[in-house]
């Protein structure tokens, strides 16, 4: 589904759950797209869980461009898929969040009627900076707010982000970096995606029930 923005049109994928509960819409990081580990293993499970998922692919990505567009203009875009899906989906409940830069988007933008974040390899700070901290950001959510974070994410790891984050569930992903999928040949693709989807489906029902 196409999405016009003032930075051109950005699309939304959408995998509908036959008796929806809930909405997740999920936007991407700035090294990928919506077709990321994470997203994907969401996208492919969370229907069967009564959860509609909704990913959001930035103007930028739309175009084939490589580089992200600047902050305003990703929370300029992301508004408009707000309300997008809040036409399209009306009164379900809706949980936003995002992967790595998608994740401090719906940080930033997080209002009401949303009820809570979703941030999936939340950038802490860049790599070998960690005095450049973003923690304002997932402090600043006026709501719920679920970290999935590597154990080895050199954009802070799990116990960076837990430090950081006082008050947040933060769920570790034993030996994942930013990816969150595997990166060795022992790595079981399936307990991955499991280790993101397993919590993120228990944060979004719990939020979905109150």
Known sequence: M??????????????????PIA????????GGGVEAFDLAALAAALPAEGISVARFEQP???AGRRVAGPPKSLDAA?????????????????VVGGRSAGARVACRCFTPPALGVVALA???HPPGRPEKSRSDEL??????????QGERDTFGTYAEVRAAAPGRQVVEVPG???????TRRSDDPALRAQQVVAPVAA??????RH
């Open 122 to 124: 939340f950038p802490l």
């Open 2 to 19: 196409q999405v016009d923005t003032p930075a051109g049109p950005g699309r939304l994928v959408v995998d509908a759950a036959a008796d």
């Open 60 to 62: 930028w990505r739309t």
């Open 139 to 148: 402090g600043a959510v006026a709501g719920p707010v679920l970290v999935i």
């Open 23 to 30: 909405l997740l819409l999920l936007g991407h990081g700035a």
């Open 78 to 94: 992301w508004q408009i898929a707000l309300e997008v899906v809040g036409e399209r989906f009306g009164p379900l409940p809706l």
């Open 203 to 208: 944060f979004v029902r719990d939020l979905a």
């Open 176 to 182: 994942a970096t930013h990816g969150l999928g595997p």
